[in-house]
Structure formats: structure tokens, C-alpha cells
T-cell receptor
């Protein structure tokens, strides 16, 4: 069956360090993968999209990699700040705008 | 530009009742999707509407239904509520309806069924 797995345990890091979050999937052949950020009590906010033919995408302090052989995406936040503390979700497309989301990883950046 | 607006923000209903949730997408967005979010199951796709037509449907029972109006506003309805329907219901819109379009989410309606 199709599965998207993100580390369900919270990731705690020190301010200024690089946070790396993992998204693994099985039985998918996604054309693209998206990352979202969700704060408590709010809806997810789109961060980055990476297509299957792209290895890496960057936006300011964010970097996403996509390895279709390993069936894995890595999401990096460099020079992390306490304001980066949130839950980060990866999502894969099925059809149309039908996205399947991973369970999310909670990131805590300590000052 | 105003974001996606969902009303009401909070709702408490009793088992067996029915409920209607409303979503106003970003102006110009024609695709509206609905998701259910629970601590145990995470975000699960309910359905997607594009130009008033249901384009995709998730694996939810027929008690869950939706519709989209000509102005792209959307409603979803849940009939014969069960305790397990307690969740955060999120609506998302996108501007072209194409597969690569990012979703813009509202802040959800928190439904509690007692």
C-alpha cells in the first residue's frame, strides 16, 4: 500500500544549527512533492515544491532535495531560528489537487 | 488579497446531527479541496471541486458531501454525525487547478461531536 513516512518524533535543535527533516514514501511515483509548515490551530502554509526531474530546490534559508531512486525527500532549514518552530508536512500528488500528506514532523528550535 | 476564509471557526454538535461548513477561496481560485485533520490519522483528503464539479473524492463514507457554487465558494456537509467525526476540517484553494499548483489553506473549522 502507499505510504508517506515522516519522523513522528519531535526534532529539537539549537538556534543557528541546520534542521534536516526526512520524508520517505513507498509505492508512489509522484510527479512532484510539496512541503508545508503548520502552526498550532492554523492551516498548513505552502513552502516549496520540487518536481521529479529536479534534484534540489532552494528558497532563502530553505532547501529541499528529491531522490526518486531512494524515494526520499530531505528538507533543510539553515541558520534555524525559534520562529521556525512548527510542524512540517510533506505531501505527494495523486491526481488533480489530491495531495496525500505525511504525518508531519514537529520541529523545536531552542534559543 | 484576502486568504481562504472558513466559517464557522468552532462548532459543537451532538451525535446524529448534521453540519454544514463553509469555505470562501482566494479570489480567482477555481479549485477547492477539503481535508480532515485528526491527531491519529493526520491530514486526509475528502474531495476536490473545480468549476462546480467534483473532480476527486477521498475514501470517506457517503455521509460526507460537498458542493461548489458558481462563485467558487464551497460547502461541505456531514450528516448523521459520529464521535469520530470530531476533527479540524481544512479547506484549500488553488489558482489553476493544475497538478502542480500549491494549496492555500484556511485555518479550518474545529468540529467537536459530543
Amino acid at each position: 500500500s502507499q505510504k508517506i513516512e515522516q519522523n513522528s518524533e519531535a526534532l529539537n535543535i539549537q538556534e543557528g544549527k541546520t534542521a534536516t527533516l526526512t520524508c520517505n514514501y513507498t509505492n508512489y511515483s509522484p510527479a512532484y512533492l510539496q512541503w508545508y509548515r503548520q502552526d498550532p490551530g492554523r492551516g498548513p502554509v505552502f513552502l516549496l515544491l520540487i518536481r521529479e526531474n529536479e534534484k534540489e530546490k532552494r528558497k532563502e534559508r530553505l532547501k529541499v532535495t528529491f531522490d526518486t531512486t531512494l524515494k526520499q525527500s530531505l528538507f533543510h532549514i539553515t541558520a534555524s531560528q525559534p520562529a521556525d518552530s512548527a510542524t512540517y508536512l510533506c505531501a505527494l500528488n495523486n491526481a488533480g489537487n489530491m495531495l496525500t500528506f505525511g504525518g508531519g514532523t514537529r520541529l523545536m528550535v531552542k534559543p | 488579497k484576502a486568504g481562504v476564509t472558513q466559517t464557522p471557526r468552532y462548532l459543537i454538535k451532538t451525535r446524529g446531527q448534521q453540519v454544514t461548513l463553509s469555505c470562501s477561496p482566494i479570489s480567482g481560485h477555481r479549485s477547492v479541496s477539503w481535508y480532515q485533520q485528526t491527531p491519529g490519522q493526520g491530514l486526509q483528503f475528502l474531495f476536490e471541486y473545480f468549476s462546480e464539479t467534483q473532480r476527486n473524492k477521498g475514501n470517506f463514507p457517503g455521509r460526507f458531501s460537498g458542493r461548489q457554487f458558481s462563485n467558487s465558494r464551497s460547502e461541505m456537509n456531514v450528516s448523521t454525525l459520529e464521535l469520530g467525526d470530531s476533527a479540524l476540517y481544512l479547506c484549500a484553494s488553488s489558482n489553476t487547478g493544475q497538478e502542480h499548483s500549491p494549496l492555500h489553506f484556511g485555518n479550518g473549522t474545529r468540529l467537536t461531536v459530543t
